[in-house]
């Protein structure tokens, strides 16, 4: 498969995993949190009840899990684009 057509091709997969990710890693961020704080809801940057400590401290969380999340569906996808199309997407 020529590499523009690769890309025209993998573009809604590659969308729908995003979505994906996104939705999996504030699934695990929520339960994450509920475990490391004992609170059911993370805090909001705008609670005006919260600390800086335990606002930074969620985001970096958020922010950690976000990140590992989104790599590996990426890293799974490459792998699957690999698979079907014998060549790593660009």
């Not at 339960?31 to 600390?51: C, F, I, S």
């Given at each position: 498969?020529s590499g523009k057509?690769?890309k025209?091709?993998?573009k809604?997969v590659?969308l729908?995993l995003?979505?994906?990710?996104?939705a999996?890693a504030?699934?695990?961020?929520?339960e994450v949190?509920?475990?490391?704080?004992?609170d059911?809801?993370?805090?909001?940057?705008?609670?005006?009840d919260r600390?800086?400590?335990e606002?930074?401290?969620?985001a970096a969380l958020?922010?950690?899990?976000?990140?590992?999340?989104?790599?590996a569906?990426?890293r799974?996808?490459?792998?699957g684009?690999r698979?079907v199309t014998?060549?790593?997407?660009?």
């Amino acid at each position: 498969m020529s590499g523009k057509l690769q890309k025209v091709a993998t573009k809604p997969v590659g969308l729908a995993l995003g979505f994906a990710a996104g939705a999996i890693a504030g699934v695990i961020f929520k339960e994450v949190w509920k475990l490391a704080a004992g609170d059911d809801d993370a805090p909001d940057p705008h609670d005006e009840d919260r600390g800086w400590g335990e606002i930074l401290a969620a985001a970096a969380l958020q922010g950690a899990i976000f990140s590992v999340v989104r790599a590996a569906v990426q890293r799974g996808g490459d792998i699957g684009v690999r698979k079907v199309t014998g060549s790593w997407p660009d």
